[in-house]
Nanobody
């Protein structure tokens, strides 16, 4: 079992910045990678960025490249999403995700409770 607790959402003007944090607890040794998804109003959830446990493999969606940076602090079991140059279209509920398990016992995804990010014009 893995528990994820997010923080850092809020209301910001376009062009501003926010930093989201996601602290993991529980069976964290079996986490393969962690990431951030978002779900804009009336739309499907989409992957924003993902980072492996070692931090050596990072993926970012084209829509956020150059503006958002994902990082992790293994000592704190925390993943961050630094969001700069925010746009109104970044408005969404942001969810932390952890992929857990292995090929022998199977994989599963854990989710945080979600944090609202609202970007005003």
């Amino acid at each position: 079992q893995v528990q994820l607790v997010e923080s850092g959402g809020g209301l910001v003007q376009a062009g501003g910045s926010l930093r989201l944090s996601c602290a993991a607890s529980g069976s964290i040794a079996s986490i393969n990678y962690m990431g951030w998804y978002r779900q804009p109003p009336g739309k499907q959830r989409e992957l924003v960025a993902r980072i492996t446990t070692s931090g050596g493999n990072i993926y970012s969606a084209d829509s956020v490249k150059g503006r958002f940076t994902i990082s992790r602090d293994n000592a704190k079991n925390t993943v961050y999403l630094q969001m700069n140059s925010l746009k109104t279209e970044d408005t969404a509920v942001y969810y932390c995700n952890a992929n857990y398990g292995n090929a022998m016992y199977g994989f599963r995804n854990y989710w945080g409770q979600g944090t609202q990010v609202t970007v005003s014009s």
